[in-house]
């Protein structure tokens, strides 16, 4: 029965978050251990808005491992799927080889079935992969029971998931050692330490990209001379300099160290041999209209950053929110399009003054931003012990849900 099955069964629900790099990642030195050319740091956003849920479940009566992501099963054998599998059953077998744990020993030689669900859309340049396998890789240690360094797992599965095993800000340090196990994260401060900032997610439009990371970074590692400059050059100054922004709570420094990194990054797609354009005319519009908005209050009020895909993150603190959303809507009027334009955290109402509307007035692009994500730092990932969130039914096959 059942029932039966369902004792026999161990099962784990896990949540994991996006994170945005600030100072960011582009470009392996190993393709397959997944190590970085420069170092990284980002803001781990509020799961609250974006996460992963991940169910993962073992039993003796599974004949295989299987995984369904986002109501699709896909193939288990994908080689970076594999890494995170075979390290952390490798984990699980050293901690019952050390201390003898029965329950461990019982389910190592269980198959397990994975299910994953994410909040948002996939592959729209939201970073899906880094929530993804951050929390693949979360779940099966809670459900091997196996503790201590996980980001380096992670990292095997997307480079940016490491950066998601911490809340707050995070740097992926990137390690000095061929085997990779000293390119870890490091959460750099809490989402605690910083209360008052705030992110906007404006997304432009929920199509896959054209040019994906993994293919793209290896063509400018191959191409891009200004790609090693940054690496050797730039990123190791930035991330000491965008560190002590945080730390200090000062947001000049932040925003723009945030906006230079980005607009660097792009270069460096740029500078790609063929190009790579990820920016498109919204994200082009979005930039100018911050550069604008800051001018006008003759001090950095906002700040952007775009990773791969024409998305924009849009970094402030809490008392600029609402009048910056009123900005936006004038830029690009909402479009009934079914979607709710306003999503995430509740936003007020604000009246823009004329010095402001006369900026913002020129050639409004309706529909250019599809909808708005209201969201700020939060924590990383956790075990849930709600069980509505439970992807998998008593037989370890997924739910029809989400």
């Not at 000491?240 to 922004?245: G, K, N, R, T, Y």
């Not at 947001?251 to 660097?264: P, V």
Request: with cysteine; proline share 5%.
């Amino acid at each position: 029965s059942g029932n039966f099955r369902g004792q026999e069964m161990k099962k784990v629900t896990c949540t994991a978050p996006v994170n945005i790099a600030v100072i960011k990642y582009w470009g392996k030195q190993n393709e397959e251990l997944i190590l970085p050319i420069n170092s990284s740091l980002s803001v781990t956003l509020h799961q609250d808005q974006l996460k992963t849920t991940t169910s993962a479940a073992a039993s003796r009566e599974f004949t295989e491992d299987r995984i369904w992501l986002n109501g699709k099963e896909e193939n288990i054998s994908h080689p970076r799927l594999q890494s995170c599998l075979r390290e952390i059953r490798r984990l699980a077998r050293k901690r019952r080889n050390e201390e003898g744990d029965e329950n461990v020993s019982r389910i190592l030689n269980d198959k397990v079935h994975i299910c994953s669900v994410n909040n948002f859309p996939t592959a729209a340049g939201l970073a899906s992969s880094a929530a993804g396998y951050a929390c693949l890789v979360y779940t099966l240690a809670k459900l091997y029971g196996v503790e201590g360094e996980l980001s380096e797992i992670a990292r095997q599965g997307s480079g940016s998931a490491c950066r998601s095993m911490y809340g707050g800000f995070v740097q992926w340090v990137m390690g000095e050692r061929d085997d990779g196990k000293d390119s870890l994260a490091k959460q750099v401060e809490p989402e605690s330490h910083w209360p008052e900032l705030r992110v906007l997610i404006l997304v432009a439009t929920a199509e896959k990209k054209h040019v994906g990371s993994t293919a793209g970074m290896q063509t400018s590692v191959e191409t891009s001379p200004l790609l090693k400059l940054r690496a050797d050059l730039v990123v190791p100054e930035r991330m000491e300099a965008m560190i002590e922004s945080i730390r200090k709570k000062d947001f000049k420094a932040f925003g723009e160290l945030t906006m230079k990194d980005s607009n660097q990054f792009h270069a460096t797609c740029l500078d790609t041999y063929p190009p790579i354009f990820y920016l498109n005319s919204v994200s082009q519009r979005v930039i100018s209209v911050v550069h604008q908005y800051n001018t006008y209050y003759g001090q950095t009020k906002v700040a952007y950053s775009f990773d791969a895909g024409p998305n924009a993150v849009i970094f402030m603190l809490e008392p600029t929110v609402n009048e910056f959303v009123e900005v936006v809507k004038h830029c690009f009027p909402p479009e009934s399009n079914g979607d709710t334009y306003l999503k995430g955290l509740p936003v007020g109402s604000a009246v823009l003054s004329e010095g402001l509307q006369s900026i913002v007035a020129s050639d409004p692009n309706p529909g250019g931003v599809r909808y708005i994500i209201y969201t700020k730092p939060g924590p990383g990932p956790t075990l849930s012990q709600d069980l509505t969130l439970d992807l998998l039914d008593a037989d370890g096959l997924p739910l029809q849900c989400a």
